[in-house]
């Protein structure tokens, strides 16, 4: 969007799975996992690279590594993560996660995010925990959480992780230094939050989703997509979006362009 307008979209009318990742990289690509799948498209919506999932697996997060390679995590049994040159379409690393129901692939795994370290932080839903991997596999640290959906490594070293909860920020400590529940709102009510991003101002932005089969006046079109708070927690803009032209339907992700480029980023030794 651009001064509350939508500038640019896209729209799969084949696509069969929520889409639970998105990003745009610095050369107008985009980069989305949706549930059966991953792709990148082009601006002009022509498909660079795709992956289709074996049945029985799905993923839910996905990000690239420079332009030619891409990080996922694929759900199922077993469930993976992968770097996959997508020129080559080689997969050039492969870490197996251990996860509580191997059978239940839906609820393994959200959302991960790459830490400035190199290091892989993993929201476990399944687990009830948020866990740092390196690139070798091996738990350098972890946080329970309650069904855990974002996580969001940030440039003090402390994270937030979002989970049924609210949002919380922890250090490597396990300190809380800040925390936000829905009830901190409550003039705008909202209950499925997913990921959490933290401004150069020190404010947070959160995103909320809403799905067809919860039916109450806080899943509904028309209530928040998305919120931002001072870190008193005072509201300084909510996203209510649901009308033409800019109707932008359930917010399950967002990403701040004027930031970094999104595949500045590396996993271990791989960049």
């Known amino acids: 969007m651009r001064q509350g307008k939508v500038v640019w979209s896209y729209d799969d009318p084949a696509g069969k799975g929520e889409v639970s990742d998105a ?3 610095s050369n107008g690509n985009v980069l989305f996992a949706h549930q059966f799948g991953v792709t990148e498209i082009t601006p002009d919506k022509k498909v660079v690279w795709n992956y289709d999932t074996p049945t029985g697996h799905e993923v839910h997060t996905a990000m690239p590594i420079g332009r030619d390679r891409v990080l996922y995590i694929q759900n199922g049994d077993p469930a993976v993560l992968r770097v996959v040159n997508i020129v080559t379409n080689a997969t050039e690393h492969e870490i197996t996660l251990q996860t509580k129901y191997p059978d239940s692939a839906h609820g393994q795994f959200r959302h ?14 399944d687990s009830n925990k948020v866990v740092e991997y390196d690139y070798d596999g091996k738990e350098l640290w972890s946080f329970p959480a309650d069904v855990p959906w974002g996580v969001t490594p940030l440039p003090n070293g402390n994270v937030l992780i979002t989970d049924r909860e609210g949002v919380r920020e922890v250090t490597r400590r396990g300190d809380i230094p800040w925390s936000f529940r829905p009830s901190d709102t409550p003039a705008y009510p909202f209950t499925s939050l997913q990921q959490a991003w933290r401004l150069p101002s020190g404010n947070t932005v959160i995103n909320n989703w809403i799905n067809e089969w919860t039916k109450t006046p806080e899943n509904e079109p028309g209530s928040v997509q998305a919120i931002e708070v001072t870190p008193a927690k005072q509201v300084v803009w909510v996203l209510q979006a649901w009308n033409p032209p800019a109707s932008l339907g359930p917010a399950t992700t967002l990403q701040f362009l004027a930031g970094p480029a999104a595949e500045d980023v590396h996993f271990g030794p791989v960049y």
């Not at 991960?112 to 839903?125: P, Y």
């Open 23 to 25: 990003v745009m990289l």
């Open 112 to 125: 991960a995010r790459l830490t400035d370290r190199g290091t892989l932080m993993v929201a476990h839903m």
